[in-house]
T-cell receptor
C-alpha cells in the first residue's frame, strides 16, 4: 500500500544510547520531514528534506541527525538519547510544495529512561 | 515567524450536536494555507479540511466546515451531527504559500459523548 512507513512503533532507550528511526515512502515525494509531538505543544519540526542529498534544520534540531541518500528514505538518528527526547515522532512526506497537505506515518512512541 | 493558537485544550459535545473548535494565527504573509488535522486514539494524522487564504469561500467537507476570517486571522472548524468516531485530538496548522513546513497549534482534545 502506498504511504509512509515508520519503524519501530514503540521504543524504550536508556539515557546515552543511540538509535535510528526509519522512515520510507513509496509515492515519489520530494519533501520529507520529521516532527515530534509533545503534550500541549502540538507538532514541532525537527528536520526536513526537499530531495536526495538536501536536508535542513527545523525548529528543534538539537540532538538529532538526518540524511537523505535516496528519494524514498529519510532516517532520523538520535545521537545520545536524553529524557527530554521522550516523545512521539512522526515522519511525513509530500510533493515539493506541501500545500495539499502531508501524508503522515503512523508515529513512533519513544521513551528515554 | 508564524504562530498558531488553539485556546480550547479540551471540549466535549453530545452525539448528533454541533461543535466549533477555535484557531487563531499570526502571520505577515498575504497568501497561505490553513489546515485541520484529526488524530484519533490510533495516533494516525488525518487531514480533515484545507483552506486557501486567497479564496473567500469557506471550505466544506461533508459534516466539516470552516469559518475563515482573514482579517481577524481566525480559522474555526465546525463539526455538524457529531459522531462517536469524531472523538480525537484536532490540530490547526498553517503553511506559507509555496511553503513546505507546517506550523501546528497545540491541539484541542474533542470528546463526543453518547
Amino acid at each position: 500500500n502506498a504511504g509512509v512507513t515508520q519503524t519501530p512503533k514503540f521504543q524504550v532507550l536508556k539515557t546515552g544510547q543511540s538509535m535510528t528511526l526509519q522512515c520510507a515512502q513509496d509515492m515519489n515525494h520530494e519533501y520529507m520531514s520529521w516532527y515530534r509531538q509533545d503534550p500541549g505543544m502540538g507538532l514541532r519540526l525537527i528536520h526536513y528534506s526537499v530531495g536526495a542529498g538536501i536536508t535542513d534544520q527545523g525548529e528543534v534540531p538539537n540532538g538529532y541527525n538526518v540524511s537523505r541518500s535516496t528519494t524514498e528514505d529519510f532516517p532520523l538518528r538520535l545521537l545520545s538519547a536524553a529524557p527530554s527526547q521522550t516523545s512521539v515522532y512522526f515522519c511525513a512526506s509530500s510533493y515539493l510544495t506541501g500545500v495539499d497537505g502531508y501524508t503522515f506515518g503512523s508515529g513512533t512512541r519513544l521513551t528515554v529512561v | 515567524a508564524q504562530t498558531v493558537t488553539q485556546s480550547q485544550p479540551e471540549m466535549s459535545v453530545q452525539e448528533a450536536e454541533t461543535v466549533t473548535l477555535s484557531c487563531t494565527y499570526d502571520t505577515s504573509e498575504n497568501n497561505y494555507y490553513l489546515f485541520w488535522y484529526k488524530q484519533p486514539p490510533s495516533r494516525q494524522m488525518i487531514l480533515v479540511i484545507r483552506q486557501e487564504a486567497y479564496k473567500q469561500q469557506n471550505a466544506t467537507e461533508n459534516r466539516f466546515s470552516v469559518n475563515f476570517q482573514k482579517a481577524a486571522k481566525s480559522f474555526s472548524l465546525k463539526i455538524s451531527d457529531s459522531q462517536l468516531g469524531d472523538t480525537a485530538m484536532y490540530f490547526c496548522a498553517f503553511m506559507k504559500d509555496y511553503g513546505q513546513n507546517f506550523v501546528f497549534g497545540p491541539g484541542t482534545r474533542l470528546s463526543v459523548l453518547p
